[in-house]
Nanobody
Framework: VQLQAFGGGLVQPGGSLRLSCSAS????????MVWYRQAPGKERELVAD????????HYADSVKGRFTISRDNAKNTLYLQMISLKPEDTAVYYC??????????WGKGTLVTVSS
């Protein structure tokens, strides 16, 4: 199983980024998917999740209205559109299946740094 997030980088406060996650070794279309993040010195936290069909989404209160999770099952790809970024959004962002997140099995994340 390979789940790799990419698209991170340095962005100024108020800026935008779109993260992508490529999935292989799983049947992507039947998996509920999640984005987590881990800031320096903090525990990993759930940012957003989406059902297998994309019909339902859920967001952490801290990102509601600014982040949008979506997926393209034909491309086995998960997305996280982030706008109005704040310094407190600085973290390594990880994508995962909900199941693998539950058993604490993680792939490679992507670093997002929000700073002027």
């Amino acid at each position: 199983v390979q789940l790799q997030a990419f698209g991170g980088g340095l962005v100024q406060p108020g800026g935008s980024l779109r993260l992508s996650c490529s999935a292989s070794g799983i049947i992507f279309a039947i998996n509920d998917m999640v984005w987590y993040r881990q800031a320096p010195g903090k525990e990993r936290e759930l940012v957003a999740d989406i059902t297998s069909s994309g019909g339902r989404t859920h967001y952490a209160d801290s990102v509601k209205g600014r982040f949008t999770i979506s997926r393209d099952n034909a491309k086995n790809t998960l997305y996280l559109q982030m706008i109005s970024l704040k310094p407190e959004d600085t973290a390594v962002y990880y994508c995962n299946t909900q199941y693998r997140a539950g058993i604490n099995s993680w792939g490679k994340g992507t670093l997002v740094t929000v700073s002027s």
